[in-house]
C-alpha cells in the first residue's frame, strides 16, 4: 500500500539553525500539507500546497517557515532561524484532492525535531 | 474558524467492551469529519471518515455518527482488543471552496486504553 514518507526520523539542532524536514508525497497525489504537534498536544494545521505555491497557511506558518516541491517526489519544509519552540513532531500528508472521496489525507510517520 | 472539542480526554475499557469517543464542532459549514488512531512514536492512521450527507457509516467493529443539527459526531468501537490502544483524533474540515487544498482542525485528541 502506499504510503507518505519522511526523513529524518529525528533532528536535533541548536536554535538558530536551518533544518529542511523532507516528506515523499504518495505518488499520485497532488494536494500536499504540514502539520505539527507539540509533544502532548493536538495536531496544528501549518500549510497546505497544491500546484506548486501555497493555498492556505495557518497563523503558525510565519516568514521563519517555508515549502518547496523541488522536483517531482519529495515536498519539503524549511525553518530558517529554529527557536525553541519549534521543538514538536512535524507530520507530512498528502491527498488526491481536496474534495469528495479524494480528500482523504494521508500522514507520515512524522519528524521530530528538537531544538536545543 | 472551526473549533473541534473531544471528550474525554481518557478512556481505559476492559477487553471485549465498547468505547465511544464525542466530538463538538463549532463550524455549521464543516462537512467532512475524519477520525484518526496515532500510536506511540508514529503518525495518524485515517480509521474511518463520515461526511455530512449521512448520519452513520460503520466498519466492522468501529463506527461513527455524525449528529449536524447539534453538531457532534461520535466514534464507537464495539469487541475492543488491546491493540485498540492508542491516541484518537477527531477532526472537521469546512466545505469545500475552491480546488485548493483544505485544512483539518483536529480535536485533543483521547488517549484509549484496552485493559486485558
Known amino acids: 500500500e502506499p504510503e507518505v514518507t519522511q526523513t529524518p526520523s529525528h533532528q536535533v539542532t541548536q536554535m538558530g539553525q536551518e533544518v529542511i524536514l523532507r516528506c515523499v508525497p504518495i505518488?499520485?497525489?497532488?494536494?500536499f500539507y504540514w502539520y505539527r504537534q507539540i509533544l502532548g498536544q493536538k495536531v496544528e494545521f501549518l500549510v497546505s500546497f497544491y500546484n506548486n505555491e501555497i493555498s492556505e497557511k495557518s497563523e503558525i506558518f510565519d516568514d521563519q517557515f517555508s515549502v518547496e516541491r523541488p522536483d517531482g517526489s519529495n515536498f519539503t519544509l524549511k525553518i530558517r532561524s529554529t527557536k525553541l519552540e519549534d521543538s514538536a513532531m512535524y507530520f507530512c500528508?498528502?491527498?488526491?484532492?481536496?474534495?469528495?472521496?479524494?480528500?482523504?489525507?494521508?500522514f507520515g510517520p512524522g519528524t521530530r525535531l528538537l531544538v536545543l | 474558524g472551526e473549533n473541534v472539542e473531544q471528550h474525554p480526554s481518557t478512556l481505559s475499557v476492559q477487553e471485549g467492551d465498547s468505547a465511544v469517543i464525542k466530538c463538538t464542532y463549532s463550524d455549521s459549514a464543516s462537512n467532512y469529519f475524519p477520525w484518526y488512531k496515532q500510536e506511540l512514536g508514529k503518525g495518524p492512521q485515517l480509521i474511518i471518515d463520515i461526511r455530512s450527507n449521512v448520519g452513520e457509516k460503520k466498519d466492522q467493529r468501529i463506527a461513527v455518527t455524525l449528529n449536524k443539527t447539534a453538531k457532534h459526531f461520535s466514534l464507537h468501537i464495539t469487541e475492543t482488543q488491546p491493540e485498540d490502544s492508542a491516541v484518537y483524533f477527531c477532526?472537521?474540515?469546512?466545505?469545500?471552496?475552491?480546488?485548493?487544498?483544505?485544512?483539518?482542525?483536529f480535536g485533543p485528541g483521547t488517549r484509549l486504553s484496552v485493559l486485558p
Open positions: 477532526a472537521a474540515r469546512a466545505e469545500y471552496r475552491d480546488n485548493y487544498g483544505q485544512n483539518f482542525v
Open positions: 505518488s499520485n497525489h497532488l494536494y
Open positions: 500528508a498528502s491527498s488526491e484532492a481536496a474534495r469528495d472521496t479524494e480528500e482523504t489525507q494521508y
